[in-house]
């Protein structure tokens, strides 16, 4: 049986099944294993993880009476965890980023163009093309099946004037990469990439200046920007070929679980699967993209923050099937190796979170550059590992986008 217990509990001859709270950085490589020695115990101890998963059935259990107030509990979660675990891997990229990269490029300049249009017809108070809106999503969804890591990267690198049409693209490509990841059908998969693309439509209704205000927003204005689901959903109704999907997905992509979103203050399941994936998208391509208030932040840095947050804002199943589908350490991610090199993410792979493509250019223990090379981690004579991330700001690489992507002139 899975068992959640405080980390204070484990003892030797317990198998830990997986970790909590600190599950996307654990120092382990494997998360399931039978705990044999002092040495694991006191790595466990002093790395901040604070509870985990034992399975009774495979190793040593706790003294029963720890277990009877919280079992309850730990039934719901258990219940979650088996789901999660259902979810299976992620699928490789049939092609890889060097490939689609350039191809990923022309479709979101398209997209861009596309949006530009779509938001000016909202604006005039002209319907929106629908048949326009499905055509980029097969674009778009076309190029993530090839290569989810080029597409949503290079969305990730638009200029702030450009922020509300691309993040659309961008929540747009995200939205069918999760759709995947959950399961959901051909059909549906489509239908998320749409409300994807749709989702924020009522910016076209919002007062350029409060949209692109280069600081915080005052109350007021806030409420202005909070009327932007309504006026969006609206927009959607003067079409009539708008889905309920996207209807709701606009309506709905900032509740949060815990109650605490707008427009409605919706709850838990109250919220739909599918506005529930569109928050977590949103707000990942909103916070590592650079926008008038802020820039943005490191993929990786992004995802370890949404995990924080993630208790009241986010749906746990969705939010972890996204980083099941991002990785841990998404395409772009800085990271610093056990070797001393520092590289650059380039690609995920199909066996483990922690073992994705790293392009290496840098030595910390030389100084200096070095020539970039490929180290596939998921390769079994892989010897270097990811000691950890590695903040952008501090190291300032002015090519760092270059690498990954292998683009030249790729501008932030
Ligand atoms: P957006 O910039 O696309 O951000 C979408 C959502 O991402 C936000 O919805 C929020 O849930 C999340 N988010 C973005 N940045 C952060 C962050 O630094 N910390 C956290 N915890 N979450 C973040 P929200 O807050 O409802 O805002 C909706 C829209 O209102 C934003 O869309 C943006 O267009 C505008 N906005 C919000 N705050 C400001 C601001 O201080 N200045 C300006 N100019 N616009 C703002
Ligand atoms: C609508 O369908 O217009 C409303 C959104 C929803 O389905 O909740
Ligand atoms: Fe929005």
Same mark, same amino acid.
């Given at each position: ?40 115990? +006191? ?56 490939? $689609? ?40 969804? =076309? ?18 004037? =450009? ?98 979103? @707008?427009? $409605? ?27 008038? @208030?802020?820039?943005?932040? =490191? ?40 070797? +001393? ?60 986008? $270059? ?10």
């Amino acid at each position: 049986m899975l068992k959640r217990i405080s980390v204070k509990q484990l003892t030797i001859g317990m198998h830990i099944k997986e970790f909590c709270g600190s599950w996307m950085e654990h120092p382990f490589i494997r998360s399931s294993f039978l705990l044999s020695n002092e040495k694991d115990l +006191g790595v466990i101890l002093t790395s901040g993880i604070k509870e985990v998963w034992i399975d009774s059935s495979k190793g040593l259990d706790v003294p029963v009476s720890v277990l009877a107030v919280t079992e309850k509990q730990a039934q719901i979660e258990i219940d979650a965890t088996l789901e999660l675990v259902a979810l299976g891997g992620r699928s490789m990229a049939p092609v890889s980023i060097e490939r $689609e990269v350039e191809r990923a490029a022309l479709i979101c300049n398209q997209s861009k163009q596309a949006m530009v249009s779509m938001f000016e017809e909202a604006r005039m108070g002209n319907s929106v093309d629908v048949g326009g809106a499905k055509e980029l999503v097969e674009e778009i969804s =076309d190029s993530v099946m090839r290569n989810p890591g080029a597409l949503i990267s290079l969305a990730r690198l638009k200029s702030v004037d =450009d922020y509300t049409y691309m993040h659309s693209v961008a929540v747009c490509a995200m939205m069918v990469v999760l759709a995947k990841q959950l399961g959901l059908d051909e059909a549906k998969t489509r239908l998320a990439g749409l409300a994807g693309l749709m989702h924020d439509l009522g910016k076209a209704a919002m007062p350029p200046a409060v949209l692109n205000k280069p600081g915080k927003l005052t109350e007021a204005e806030f409420e202005i920007i909070k009327s932007h689901p309504v006026k969006g959903h609206a927009m959607l109704l003067m079409s009539d070929n708008f889905d309920a999907e996207t209807r709701d997905v606009c309506l709905h992509h900032h509740e949060k679980v815990d109650g605490s979103g @707008y427009p $409605e203050g919706l709850k838990g399941d109250g919220i739909s699967l599918m506005a529930k994936m569109g928050a977590v998208c949103d707000v990942y391509d909103a916070i590592t993209s650079n926008r008038p @208030y802020k820039i943005g932040w =490191d993929p990786a840095e992004s995802l370890r923050k949404m995990a924080e947050w993630s208790n009241g804002h986010f749906d746990q199943k969705v939010f972890q099937a996204f980083v099941k589908s991002m990785g841990i350490y998404p395409v772009g991610s800085l990271v610093l190796m056990n070797s +001393g090199r520092i590289g650059v993410v380039t690609a995920q792979s199909a066996k483990s979170l922690i073992t994705p493509q790293i392009k290496v250019f840098y030595s910390t223990k030389s100084h200096m550059r070095i020539t970039p090379e490929i180290l596939d981690l998921s390769r079994s004579g892989s010897t270097d590992k990811i000691a950890g991330r590695e903040d952008p700001a501090k190291w300032r690489f002015p090519d760092l986008d $270059e690498l990954w992507s292998g683009l030249p002139q790729l501008k932030r």
